[in-house]
């Protein structure tokens, strides 16, 4: 937190424009496609989910990766804009290949690769905010809440071009199902062709050079770092947070989709088709919960704050496993939990990178950005993808599955969870010498 937030200069309307765009077109790139993957690897390409669980958890190899090449490389040898530009243009060529590739161990390798360049990107895009900003509490949140701008924009896209281009008239359910699994190749080019403006467009952002600092290995500066708290205590929750997180996101899009082709017209003329265009509503709910931190956060403690990330983490999934026995409306009930998204995100994930941000020297902040990145999007999504997937077949009677027991089991994980965020992380956190 700044030492004297009234004291900070105003972040420049131009700055903030430029940082905006960036946040926009990072999370575009990943949100065009990631909510469709598990339904157009099961349903189209005909994968169990051993093979899917295995696709989510090799694209997350590179947030492994990225603290050991990315992170090192911006903090030490290379401008951060640069490193960006480069990434999403080989990330963009890459990723056009998985609209078309029908074997499962090219689209693996694929998908392998596409996770080296990509993950550690989403960590850098965070560092060269911090870097520039005169404010990290006031500013980062106006910022950052583009990024889910562009999250929703391409869900939204998504859901109504497969309405409009592939939802044939007339036919069964089931035509009309496999017709829009089919159609998710699209989300693939849709990521390739903002992967490619991305990384032209980061040539032209503030330039953030490496650190004038010791040569040092930065990564293994900032691994030194963590064994303080708070930082100790939230590395070590985030592994099983970022499995329940996984969850959502591997098996809300075919949960949604399935109950949408029941629900009322409405909902598939404001959304479109499939489950996609229904989570944009998670979104829209971190957009309000994101523009409202710059004053949250400043009154309330990163502790509170964590602890109701984890509240909705559970509540969520709780409707999702029992909306049927709870005897409410089911639309409105899926869509309450889908919102809660909001919460999940902005008051564990954000604040989460907040914490490593002001709890971690300026020398070393890349690294330490994408150390906690390696944990949120490396091992937490390789081991959480691998869970769901086993999860799903456990839950599974004979073809169908059942949702009660697949929601369930990270609604309790995320218990445990808060539980032990309680007991283990700090009231107070007392400041550390060489702080900037």
């Excluded at 972040?11 to 905006?20: H, T």
């Excluded at 004053?295 to 403690?301: D, F, H």
């Excluded at 639309?331 to 919102?339: H, I, K, N, Q, S």
């Amino acid at each position: 937190m700044s030492a004297d937030a009234a004291a900070a200069p105003r972040m420049s309307f131009q700055l903030g424009a430029r940082l905006s765009v960036m946040m926009f077109l990072q999370y575009a790139i990943w949100g065009a496609w990631l909510p469709f993957l598990w339904s157009f690897l099961a349903d189209h390409r005909g994968m169990d989910g051993g093979q899917i669980g295995n696709m989510f958890a090799v694209g997350a190899v590179g947030a492994i990766i990225g603290p050991f090449v990315a992170g090192q490389v911006a903090d030490r040898y290379f401008s951060t804009e640069r490193f960006l530009g480069i990434s999403h243009i080989l990330g963009g060529l890459l990723i056009f290949q998985l609209a078309w590739i029908e074997s499962y161990w090219m689209f693996l390798v694929f998908s392998l690769v596409y996770g080296l360049i990509y993950a550690p990107t989403l960590a850098l895009t965070n560092s060269l905010a911090f870097h520039h900003m005169p404010d990290r509490d006031r500013d980062f949140g106006k910022v950052r809440l583009w990024g889910t701008f562009g999250w929703i924009m391409v869900g939204l896209l998504m859901g109504h071009w497969l309405a409009f281009r592939h939802t044939p008239d007339g036919v069964a359910d089931e035509l009309v199902k496999a017709a829009q699994v089919a159609g998710k190749a699209d989300a693939f080019k849709l990521s390739a062709l903002l992967g490619v403006l991305m990384g032209v467009y980061c040539f032209t952002l503030p330039h953030t050079p490496p650190s004038e600092g010791a040569r040092r290995n930065a990564t293994f500066e900032a691994l030194g770092e963590v064994r303080y708290q708070p930082l100790l205590t939230l590395f070590l929750l985030a592994v099983p947070v970022s499995c329940i997180h996984q969850f959502y996101f591997v098996h809300t899009e075919p949960f949604l989709g399935d109950r949408q082709l029941a629900a009322p017209d409405f909902f598939k003329t404001l959304f479109g088709a499939g489950g996609g265009g229904l989570m944009t509503i998670g979104q829209m709910s971190e957009v309000f919960v994101l523009a409202l931190m710059p004053l949250v956060a400043k009154q309330v403690s990163r502790k509170a704050l964590l602890a109701a990330g984890l509240v909705a983490y559970a509540l969520r999934m709780f409707l999702f496993a029992y909306v049927d026995a709870l005897g409410l409306p089911v639309m409105p009930t899926l869509l309450t939990g889908v919102a809660l998204h909001g919460f999940c995100f902005g008051c564990f994930i954000f604040v989460a990178f907040m914490v490593v941000d002001e709890n971690t020297t300026t020398d070393v902040r890349a690294s330490a950005q994408n150390l906690f990145n390696l944990v949120i999007v490396g091992i937490g999504v390789i081991v959480g993808s691998k869970i769901a997937g086993w999860i799903a077949e456990w839950a599974k009677e004979g073809d169908l599955v059942d949702y009660r027991r697949l929601f369930a089991v990270p609604m309790w994980a995320s218990v445990v969870c808060l539980v032990a965020l309680l007991v283990a992380y700090p009231r107070k956190v007392a400041p550390r010498p060489g702080l900037g």
